[in-house]
């Protein structure tokens, strides 16, 4: 449905964009996950049609809309957009957001793609009410049936869930998921939150500086992330010294890791990925002292420090609560 190939894109002299390569296939979710400034946003403008590509191609469906020098009208690209602040129109009543984009359509056929899209999104009945009637999630479902309504080949989700309360963003972000995958609608979306990126994509691609360091599954992404910016980025961990063993796995000061595990080699410093689920608190193993607590619902993470300086994050039960400053001692649970 969606292919980026050696896109770059920038404003005067500066490029923010470097050789983004993604596909996204029919049905699918993508989504580029990122922190504020890492080019993510322009991206999607740019395969929007906002932003002109200074090398490379967008193609959807087989159609190239974007090169150097050409650049389709995005109202000719029949993509949807889902804005961070939803922008209903407020003089216009939830079944009126609804068809608003369903001019092609004859007008006998209208209400009843705006009833279908309603039930969709689980909004039936609510046709007359007005967006300021509705809380948060309610007008994200009508931002989302307003975009789906006209069947655009690819929808592209601008921050969808950042005014949301940070509590209801992850339950909102797998109710669309839900949707969009009934609708078998193909979707991109713009993130920075990781619970929104796992909660919502089928393919999650991470961006720094400018440049697309993974494009992958979820559990790719997590369990085996491809560089050192991925592997900080998402999820919790830290990277600890470590040296090849005769195995073939790698010697660390808390023992043998598999070589399965992501290693990072930086000016020959070989550093691997512990998350926090890979270390436990014991009655014996390398002591270490407790730096802070954070509570996580179901468990606790605390973070370390060894006596060589290093620092690490352990999940425990909990049950089990050590105060700052605490000797603990800690032990490889992979």
Same mark, same amino acid.
């Given at each position: 449905?969606?292919?980026?190939k ?8 500066t ?33 929007a049609?906002?932003?002109p ?7 959807l469906?087989?159609?190239?809309v974007s ?5 389709l $009208?995005?109202?000719? /690209?029949? =993509?949807?957009?889902?804005f *961070?602040?939803? !922008? &209903?129109?407020?003089? +216009? @009543? ?9 001019h092609?359509?004859p ?13 969709l999104v689980?909004l ?9 009637e ?11 049936a ?10 592209l ?13 992850e339950?909102? $972000?797998?109710?669309? /998921?839900? =949707?969009?995958?009934?609708? *078998?609608?193909? !979707? &991109?979306?713009?993130? +920075? @939150?990781?619970h ?10 991470v961006?720094?500086?400018?440049r ?25 961990g ?5 040296t ?12 043998s ?11 020959e410093?070989?550093?691997v990925l ?31 420090q ?12 909990l049950?089990?609560v050590?105060?700052p ?10």
């Amino acid at each position: 449905m969606l292919e980026v190939k050696n896109v770059s894109l920038g404003y005067a002299d500066t490029t923010v964009v470097h050789d983004v390569d993604l596909q996204l296939a029919q049905g699918e979710i993508g989504c580029l996950l990122g922190a504020s400034g890492c080019g993510k946003t322009t991206l999607l403008r740019a395969i929007a049609g906002f932003e002109p590509v200074r090398s490379g191609a967008i193609t959807l469906q087989g159609q190239q809309v974007s090169t150097p020098g050409h650049c389709l $009208a995005p109202q000719r /690209r029949d =993509i949807g957009m889902v804005f *961070q602040e939803h !922008a &209903l129109f407020p003089h +216009h @009543d939830v079944a009126g957001n609804v068809g608003f984009g369903l001019h092609r359509l004859p007008a006998a056929r209208r209400p009843a793609r705006i009833a279908e899209m309603l039930e969709l999104v689980g909004l039936q009945g609510m046709g007359n009410r007005w967006p300021h009637e509705l809380s948060g999630g309610q007008q994200q479902r009508v931002a989302l049936a307003r975009a789906l309504a006209p069947r655009p080949r690819l929808l592209l989700m601008d921050e969808p869930f950042s005014s949301l309360d940070a509590s209801l963003r992850e339950t909102i $972000a797998r109710e669309v /998921r839900a =949707i969009l995958k009934q609708a *078998q609608a193909t !979707a &991109l979306m713009v993130t +920075h @939150d990781q619970h929104e990126a796992f909660a919502m994509a089928d393919n999650i691609g991470v961006m720094a500086q400018g440049r697309l360091m993974q494009w992958g599954s979820a559990t790719q992404v997590y369990c085996t992330p491809a560089t050192r910016e991925v592997a900080q980025f998402v999820g919790e961990g830290v990277l600890l010294r470590a040296t090849a063993s005769a195995a073939g796995g790698w010697d660390t000061v808390l023992g043998s890791l598999p070589a399965s595990q992501p290693n990072y080699v930086q000016d020959e410093d070989v550093q691997v990925l512990l998350r926090p689920e890979h270390l436990a608190l014991a009655a014996t193993g390398l002591p270490a002292t407790v730096l802070d607590c954070k509570f996580r619902g179901s468990h606790l993470v605390y973070s370390l420090q060894l006596l060589d300086g290093q620092r690490l994050m352990a999940q425990t039960p909990l049950a089990r609560v050590h105060a700052p400053a605490e000797t603990v001692f800690v032990q490889l649970a992979v």
